[in-house]
Every structure is written in C-alpha cells, then in structure tokens.
C-alpha cells in the first residue's frame, strides 16, 4: 500500500528564494504547456513532449528531467479532468458551469504542487536535510522537520517521486511511501461503523453497547467559521477574501486532524479485539446525506470520504479485516429482530422498534446492523 509523508522544510532566505524562483518557473512552464495543449487540443504525454519538450526547457530554465515532469504533470491534470467531465463531476453537457470548465485550459498556481525524482532530490535523514536541483543549480542542506515516525517511515519505504509545494507562507516535500501488504487474519466478530453529523462515528459490534465519537467541536468550529464566512462575504476586498481562504483551509485541517484521531481510535481497539471492520459503502452515504441537508452535502460527503480512507489504509497498515456493506435501511431496521419500518425512527437521535420493543441510541442501533452486515459480507466472500 502506498501513503504519504509531508515534512515541512526550513530553508535560509537564500534557499527560500532559490526554491521559489524554481517552482515558479516550473509552474510557468506548465501554464504556458497546458494553454499549448488547449488550443491544439494534443494532450497526451508522449504527443506534448514531442511539441514542446525543447521549448520548456530552453524557455523555462529547465533541467531535463524538470522539463518532463512539467509535462507529463499536465497531461495528467487533462487526463483528471477530461474524467471528471466524462463521469459528469463538472456539470451536464450544455450547462454553464461545463462550458466555462471546457472553454478555459488549465492556470497552475505559482506553488502548485512540483514532483521531483531521486536524480532531482536526494534525502539526507540523518542530517535532516535534503539536497534538490533548482534552476539556480543543485542546492544542498536544506533542513526539514520531521517526527521520529516520519523518519523511520522514510528510512524504510520512501520510493519513487516526492512534491514540492508552498502552502500558507510553508515550503513542504510530500514523499510518497510503498509498504509491503500486512496479511490480514480471519476476524473474530465485527465491529461495525455509522458516520453521521451529530456524531462523526459510531462503533458497535452486532450486539453490544456502541460507543460515539462526537462531532461537537468539529460542528462548533464549522458554524463559527459559517457565521464569519456571511459576515465577510458581503465584502469583497482582497484582504476578505485571504481570510476567508485562510479560514477554509483552518477548517479543512481540524476536520483531518478530527478524522485521523478517530480513525486511529477505531482500528486500534478492533486490532486489540481482533475483531474486523464493517463501513458504509460511500456511495451509500452520499444518496443518504443527499435526502437530508442539500447545502451540506459537500463538506459531509468530502469529510465522510477522508474518514473513510483513513480507517481502510490504518486497517491495512495493522493488519484488520476490512469489509465495504451495503448501508439501506441500516437506520430503520431494529438490530434485535430485523424488523424495518420508518417508523422505528420516533425522533433523529431515537431508535424504538415498533414490534419487539428493542430501545437504543439511533446511530448505535445503525452501527449494530452495519456490523452484523460486515459479518455476513466477510462469511459470504470467504466461504470459498
Ligand atoms: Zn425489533
């Protein structure tokens, strides 16, 4: 599996200005290279290296291997795009919205996100430095911080390319680490997990008590950056507009850093009963969030996903069954008897069913379905 390490580096005024001179260019590079790609519609590597591989390089200052990952960089933000309007992320055919996407190529920012290979970038861990080209030559011992965990981790199984970006003032590398697959065991029993807004998850195993992972201070956070984001809104100057943005990504971080505490809970308790995982399907949860709250859709579904991602490669990472179940009527059947009916659901947070009588907290009761689900899901595909 693979996952990735982002360090934030130190470097001198001297190194700062050498690094950002660099990016820049290979930002330019791409801007003008994906504008080429734009009007004469070739957007495959292999065709825009052969139009513009020379160009970008004498142009642009680029060594050679800079000049290709500026290429191939934006033959690969064509081929996302080109996707994202195929599968109809980016609107219906004739809305305004898909023309403006389609009549306009592709502008990298100045900091956008750079890959550089091991020829381009070389790792000193011990020192804590790194050594990278730039476009005013080979730079050494730029510092970085970084945890003990990061270290090991890029001491064992850093492999291939890593990123240069500048984000909030910050200069990070994201490296891209390759582990070896843990080999997963059969799970005794499953516990099952119910993401919802009031409460980001829920865990329960088919029968037992459930325990609540609150979103209180997430949803604290996200009404008073709301409250913020109306008042500046209305006014449209620049420095609003850099708070809001500033806000936003504040935001966008504590939801993360929210999403990996629990998720980290949840595989560490099932590792420590040897017990499986049973998620939502995502699809699933996205027609479900759908039906309740339009205007939240985005920022739920967008956080669902990240926690989501975050239990199935920390399950990976540690070994634990995983299994993806269908979540229909998960919050209307009663996870005593089976019984499904709207009406089990007197009130948001109330689970009480109308033929046995069984009584819990409503994300529990969902939680509980979802695990005996992830135990039939596990015995189905395993009978073999
Ligand atoms: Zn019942």
Sequence with gaps: MKLVVQVKLLPTPEQ??????????ANDAATWVAALAH??????????RKHVYGQVKDRYGLAAQAAQHVIKK???????????????????????WRERVQARPIVFRPGA??????????????????SIWTTGGRMKGVAFTASADQLTMLAAHRKGESDLLYRDGMWFLVATCDLPDVPVGAPDGFTGVDLGIANIATTATSTGDGVRHSGKTLNAVRHRHRELRRRLQTKQTKSAKRLLKRR??????????LNHTIAKRIVTEAARTGRGIALENLQGIRDRVRLRKPQRVTLHTWSFHQLGHFIAYKAARAGVALVWVDPAYTSQACSACGHVDKKNRPGQARFACTSCGFAEHADVNAARNIAARGVTSWAVSHAA
Excluded: I
Aim: aromatic residues 8%.
């Design 248 to 257: 936003r990504r504040a935001e966008a971080r504590f939801a993360a850093d």
């Design 16 to 25: 700062a200005a050498a690094l950002e001179a660099t990016l820049r260019a």
């Design 39 to 48: 009007t004469q519609r070739v957007f495959r590597n292999y065709d825009l």
């Design 113 to 130: 996100a750079q890959p550089f290979d091991d020829r381009c970038l070389s790792w000193q861990l011990n020192a804590r430095t790194v």
């Design 74 to 96: 934006v033959a690969d933000a064509y081929a996302t795009l080109h996707a994202n309007l195929r599968n109809g992320h980016l609107g219906r055919p004739g809305s305004a």
